[in-house]
């Protein structure tokens, strides 16, 4: 089944978009993510995760790294459910990072707080296509 879900184009700074959808977390915290092209995975804040389970991969300490930051401490973990749209996906597998500084620039240029990133790993699983004209997300059945 196809579908489309409404995306949120917000201006940070001059002329530097982000497109932000909303989702929901574990069936009851909803919040926003940031679509992220360049994220090669899908990432929660973990303060605001309230209820996970951590994965093996925990053991092992992983680092992620963004463009011009050092690394960053990452857990895997598992929640029950991660819902976009009417995409609902169970037993969701994720990165877990903490996001306070990027929702410290977001508080500041546009008073608002992020749970996350949606990286390409989902929008490639789930056949996303972005289309800015008129602002959704579309994500295509196999």
């Known amino acids: 089944m196809d579908f489309e ?6 201006e940070l700074e001059n002329n530097s978009y982000h497109l932000l959808v909303k989702c929901k977390i574990n069936s009851s915290q909803e919040g926003d993510l940031v679509i992220d092209t360049g994220a090669s995975k899908t990432v929660l804040d ?58 410290e620039m977001y508080q500041q240029y546009c008073e608002r707080k992020i749970c996350g990133l949606l990286g390409s790993d989902f929008l490639l699983e789930h056949r996303g296509i972005i289309n800015y004209r008129e602002k959704n997300l579309k994500f295509e059945s196999f």
């Open 46 to 103: 973990k303060n605001f995760v309230d209820i996970y389970e951590k994965t093996e991969q925990d053991e092992a300490e992983m680092q992620s790294r963004g463009l011009g930051e050092g690394s960053i401490e990452t857990q895997m973990g598992k929640i029950e459910n991660f819902q976009i749209g009417e995409l609902i996906v169970e037993n969701f597998s994720c990165a877990l990072i903490d996001l306070s500084g990027i929702n």
């Open 5 to 10: 879900i409404p995306i949120e184009i917000i």
